[in-house]
């Protein structure tokens, strides 16, 4: 079992950055690969960004390349998603996920999740 909490998330103006943080508690670390979604008022939850195990691949959706990026710590059992030039659109919960293996980018095939974050992207 893996326990996962969310923080960082908030009340942004476009433009702005923010950082999430992913702790993760319970069984080993090890060999999970990780991944954030994101989850708009009416719509379904969507993939966002995902790291390997060992940090070295990481994958983003399209409409975050270039402005977010994911990365992990191993030591402390975290992930980051930092966001940068954000947009009114990427207001959302935002979801911190855990899969056993190498990434993915459904949100069927990860088989923990956190309780999720805000964030809200002011125009």
């Known amino acids: 079992q893996v326990q996962l909490v969310e923080s960082g998330g908030g009340l942004v103006q476009a433009g702005g950055s923010l950082r999430l943080s992913c702790a993760a508690s319970?069984?080993?670390?090890?060999?999970?690969?990780m991944g954030w979604f994101r989850q708009a008022p009416g719509k379904e939850r969507e993939f966002v960004a995902a790291?390997?195990?060992?940090?070295?691949?990481?994958y983003y959706t399209d409409s975050v390349k270039g402005r977010f990026t994911i990365s992990r710590d191993n030591a402390k059992k975290t992930v980051y998603l930092k966001m940068n030039s954000l947009k009114p659109e990427d207001t959302a919960v935002y979801y911190c996920?855990?899969?056993?293996?190498?990434?993915?980018?459904?949100?069927?095939?990860?088989?923990?999740w956190g309780q999720g974050t805000q964030v809200t992207v002011s125009s």
């Open positions: 319970g069984r080993t670390f090890s060999g999970y690969s």
């Open positions: 996920a855990a899969r056993y293996g190498s990434t993915g980018n459904r949100v069927s095939e990860y088989d923990y």
């Open positions: 790291i390997s195990w060992s940090g070295g691949s990481t």
